[in-house]
């Protein structure tokens, strides 16, 4: 606590610097440029990109709802709208194939393994920040390090180890990988929120009594909600998102999760597979889009908080 | 009266040395190690177990059902002569040094226009990031159909405005597929570069461009002399993040050309799934992946000393 106060006040730079920057709301000198060179110079470019970005999706949305004739034919109909929009491709999708029961595996998958992996990384990050153990620098170092190792020089040695385990073609081969995937980043994610958490806090509960597990479970967990809430969305995103270790362990059309079901097994020589295909895309995409659509703000500080911390 | 609440109090609760498990309970490193169980499970035994497998089974000639036996340096002399390993590997340093740098000055310029003053900034932003949330393979699955040899949206509007008379073959034509594969990565790629490089660009103060123009700086200047030193370290850290996962990507390519057409898109992490899992040989898909490992290094190493320079810029103490 001392040293913290002792810090502060060793440097003022970075506390004047702190203060101007969030005092200064004002606009800077955006007021000297003028509409026009505004809509050449900023609208305009934008405005392309934005289109970019966005495109792929308006294009997914409507093949899913065009009628099959209107489908492939761009001569007729014009291929930018639709007037008379059908909702058969997701009605088969829905009845015909075992599309729910991907949905609700994904679901189950990204729910569980996120579960796990925030709880290990909690306790992980706390003992790293506060418990202060002997290395705790070099094993958060080390955790840092299994952050950058990607899942694609992973996947063909877990494959054996899976097996070994007997984990193969169960939803455990998925439980239990996908954390190594995420334990690094939400704790190294937790750990930048924890630290943040004044120790005074701690030491009074310290002294009032309270055990270590008092204290996290009491006081830090609570005033690290907003923390929880980006890495829990963060990492069921990146649960959803995973595909090699799903194409990987699982064999069975049962098991299988929304990514890898489509490309595996929605994937079929019918000239009209698109509206189906798009239609999968689509209802895949928004359980994720809805839950970013809550929580933008924690989901960007998770991000840029995992990347700069 | 008085004393008789003194000796109730006194009664109450005699002072106990703390015994040897008191002691324990408090020790640090003692309770750091049990807090590190869960994780240090997970990490170990699928993390850096697999890991190390991996190495050694790069120098064994194991088969899906058959473990190997070790054959030293084969796999990679092996490797060493076959003509679709050397393309995968210019395939991947191509795609991922074109990908990465555009990613870069295409984010870096979307993240300079977000921060300017905008109406509906925050929805836009929002917005911005979509692409990046939507999981890969199904925004890969809306570029296949996009990408489409007959019935693509490009090809059609391009030959509308007379740009063409004959539809683009995307994935079909060596080139063209590397370019199709590389723009999607891009599309990809660019909201994470933007997003997060905009979370730096906020934390510069505008007074510093004030204070620049005064001195007569032109606005190439005020970006080169100050956003581009205060943002370097972000920098660094974002591209060796963009870089890894670019290198390492395959879920793109396997969704949309499979390594197609004629093993012209392989990265190396397609072709080691080919080789490992579908081929059924372990140890040459391992000694693929493997042979990843050094530039992963690279890239791991320029992170590390870009977070060095963030301390040493901020002066703060390592905590």
């Given at each position: 606590?001392?040293?913290?106060?002792?810090?502060?006040?060793?440097?003022?730079?970075?506390?004047l610097n702190a203060s101007t920057a969030a005092a200064d709301?004002s606009?800077g000198?955006?007021?000297?440029?003028?509409?026009?060179?505004?809509?050449?110079?900023?609208?305009?470019?934008?405005?392309?990109?934005?289109?970019?970005?966005?495109?792929?999706?308006?294009?997914?949305?409507?093949?899913?709802?065009?009628?099959?004739?209107?489908?492939?034919?761009?001569?007729?109909?014009?291929?930018?709208?639709?007037?008379?929009?059908?909702?058969?491709?997701?009605?088969?999708?829905?009845?015909?194939?075992?599309?729910?029961?991907?949905?609700?595996?994904?679901?189950?998958?990204?729910?569980?393994?996120?579960?796990?992996?925030?709880?290990?990384?909690?306790?992980?990050?706390?003992?790293?920040?506060?418990?202060?153990?002997?290395?705790?620098?070099?094993?958060?170092?080390?955790?840092?390090?299994?952050?950058?190792?990607?899942?694609?020089?992973?996947?063909?040695?877990?494959?054996?180890?899976?097996?070994?385990?007997?984990?193969?073609?169960?939803?455990?081969?998925?439980?239990?990988?996908?954390?190594?995937?995420?334990?690094?980043?939400?704790?190294?994610?937790?750990?930048?929120?924890?630290?943040?958490?004044?120790?005074?806090?701690?030491?009074?509960?310290?002294?009032?009594?309270?055990?270590?597990?008092?204290?996290?479970?009491?006081?830090?967990?609570?005033?690290?909600?907003?923390?929880?809430?980006?890495?829990?969305?963060?990492?069921?995103?990146?649960?959803?998102?995973?595909?090699?270790?799903?194409?990987?362990?699982?064999?069975?059309?049962?098991?299988?999760?929304?990514?890898?079901?489509?490309?595996?097994?929605?994937?079929?020589?019918?000239?009209?597979?698109?509206?189906?295909?798009?239609?999968?895309?689509?209802?895949?995409?928004?359980?994720?889009?809805?839950?970013?659509?809550?929580?933008?703000?924690?989901?960007?500080?998770?991000?840029?908080?995992?990347?700069?911390? | 009266?008085?004393?008789?609440?003194?000796?109730?109090?006194?009664?109450?609760?005699?002072?106990?040395?703390?015994?040897?498990?008191?002691?324990?309970?408090?020790?640090?490193?003692?309770?750091?190690?049990?807090?590190?169980?869960?994780?240090?499970?997970?990490?170990?035994?699928?993390?850096?177990?697999?890991?190390?497998?991996?190495?050694?089974?790069?120098?064994?000639?194991?088969?899906?059902?058959?473990?190997?036996?070790?054959?030293?340096?084969?796999?990679?002399?092996?490797?060493?002569?076959?003509?679709?390993?050397?393309?995968?590997?210019?395939?991947?340093?191509?795609?991922?040094?074109?990908?990465?740098?555009?990613?870069?000055?295409?984010?870096?310029?979307?993240?300079?226009?977000?921060?300017?003053?905008?109406?509906?900034?925050?929805?836009?932003?929002?917005?911005?990031?979509?692409?990046?949330?939507?999981?890969?393979?199904?925004?890969?699955?809306?570029?296949?159909?996009?990408?489409?040899?007959?019935?693509?949206?490009?090809?059609?509007?391009?030959?509308?405005?007379?740009?063409?008379?004959?539809?683009?073959?995307?994935?079909?034509?060596?080139?063209?597929?590397?370019?199709?594969?590389?723009?999607?990565?891009?599309?990809?790629?660019?909201?994470?570069?933007?997003?997060?490089?905009?979370?730096?660009l906020q934390t510069v103060s505008p007074s510093l461009y004030e204070a620049?123009?005064?001195?007569?700086?032109?606005?190439?200047?005020?970006?080169?002399?100050i956003?581009?030193?205060l943002?370097?370290?972000?920098?660094?850290?974002?591209?060796?993040?963009?870089?890894?996962?670019?290198?390492?990507?395959?879920?793109?390519?396997?969704?949309?050309?499979?390594?197609?057409?004629?093993?012209?898109?392989?990265?190396?992490?397609?072709?080691?799934?080919?080789?490992?899992?579908?081929?059924?040989?372990?140890?040459?898909?391992?000694?693929?992946?493997?042979?990843?490992?050094?530039?992963?290094?690279?890239?791991?190493?320029?992170?590390?000393?870009?977070?060095?320079?963030?301390?040493?810029?901020?002066?703060?103490?390592?905590?």
């Amino acid at each position: 606590m001392t040293d913290l106060l002792a810090q502060k006040a060793a440097d003022p730079k970075s506390t004047l610097n702190a203060s101007t920057a969030a005092a200064d709301h004002s606009d800077g000198m955006s007021y000297l440029n003028n509409l026009p060179r505004r809509l050449v110079t900023l609208y305009l470019p934008l405005g392309i990109i934005l289109v970019v970005l966005l495109f792929p999706f308006y294009w997914m949305a409507l093949t899913s709802i065009k009628p099959d004739e209107q489908l492939l034919d761009f001569e007729k109909y014009s291929p930018f709208w639709t007037w008379n929009p059908t909702f058969k491709h997701i009605a088969k999708l829905l009845f015909d194939t075992d599309y729910p029961r991907w949905l609700w595996n994904t679901m189950l998958v990204a729910t569980c393994a996120t579960a796990i992996s925030i709880g290990a990384s909690v306790l992980a990050a706390y003992a790293i920040v506060r418990l202060r153990y002997k290395g705790a620098q070099w094993v958060g170092g080390a955790i840092f390090l299994a952050y950058l190792v990607p899942p694609s020089i992973l996947f063909i040695p877990l494959s054996t180890v899976v097996f070994q385990y007997g984990l193969f073609d169960t939803p455990f081969a998925l439980i239990l990988t996908y954390p190594t995937i995420l334990i690094p980043f939400s704790t190294w994610l937790l750990m930048g929120y924890f630290k943040t958490i004044p120790f005074e806090l701690e030491e009074c509960a310290l002294i009032d009594g309270a055990s270590r597990w008092q204290i996290l479970v009491k006081i830090v967990l609570p005033l690290a909600i907003p923390g929880l809430i980006s890495a829990f969305i963060f990492c069921f995103t990146l649960c959803w998102n995973e595909f090699i270790y799903a194409l990987t362990f699982i064999s069975s059309t049962q098991y299988k999760t929304v990514p890898v079901a489509i490309v595996t097994a929605l994937v079929d020589g019918d000239i009209y597979r698109w509206g189906s295909l798009m239609a999968g895309a689509m209802i895949g995409s928004l359980p994720l889009v809805v839950l970013y659509a809550f929580f933008v703000e924690h989901y960007v500080s998770a991000m840029t908080g995992a990347v700069k911390e | 009266m008085t004393d008789v609440v003194l000796k109730s109090r006194l009664d109450k609760r005699p002072i106990q040395e703390p015994t040897a498990w008191d002691r324990l309970m408090v020790n640090r490193n003692w309770l750091g190690l049990w807090f590190m169980v869960p994780a240090a499970i997970f990490l170990i035994l699928f993390l850096a177990y697999p890991l190390g497998l991996g190495v050694w089974l790069s120098f064994t000639d194991a088969k899906i059902g058959r473990s190997g036996e070790f054959i030293g340096l084969e796999n990679y002399e092996w490797l060493s002569e076959d003509s679709t390993f050397i393309t995968s590997v210019f395939n991947t340093i191509l795609y991922t040094t074109v990908a990465s740098a555009i990613k870069f000055a295409v984010g870096l310029y979307l993240a300079l226009l977000l921060n300017e003053r905008l109406p509906f900034k925050a929805i836009l932003r929002a917005v911005v990031l979509i692409p990046f949330i939507v999981p890969t393979v199904l925004s890969a699955i809306a570029f296949w159909w996009i990408y489409d040899p007959q019935f693509s949206i490009i090809s059609w509007s391009l030959r509308k405005m007379g740009f063409i008379t004959e539809n683009i073959n995307f994935l079909g034509d060596v080139w063209n597929a590397r370019w199709s594969v590389i723009f999607a990565n891009i599309w990809r790629g660019v909201p994470f570069v933007a997003i997060t490089l905009l979370a730096g660009l906020q934390t510069v103060s505008p007074s510093l461009y004030e204070a620049a123009t005064i001195d007569g700086a032109t606005p190439w200047q005020r970006f080169r002399f100050i956003t581009y030193p205060l943002l370097t370290p972000i920098i660094a850290v974002v591209m060796t993040f963009s870089v890894l996962f670019t290198f390492t990507d395959f879920q793109l390519i396997w969704v949309m050309t499979r390594g197609g057409p004629v093993n012209a898109t392989h990265l190396m992490a397609t072709l080691s799934y080919q080789r490992a899992i579908l081929a059924g040989s372990l140890g040459e898909g391992a000694a693929i992946s493997t042979a990843m490992i050094p530039f992963l290094l690279g890239a791991i190493l320029v992170s590390w000393f870009g977070l060095q320079r963030r301390k040493w810029q901020q002066g703060e103490s390592n905590d």
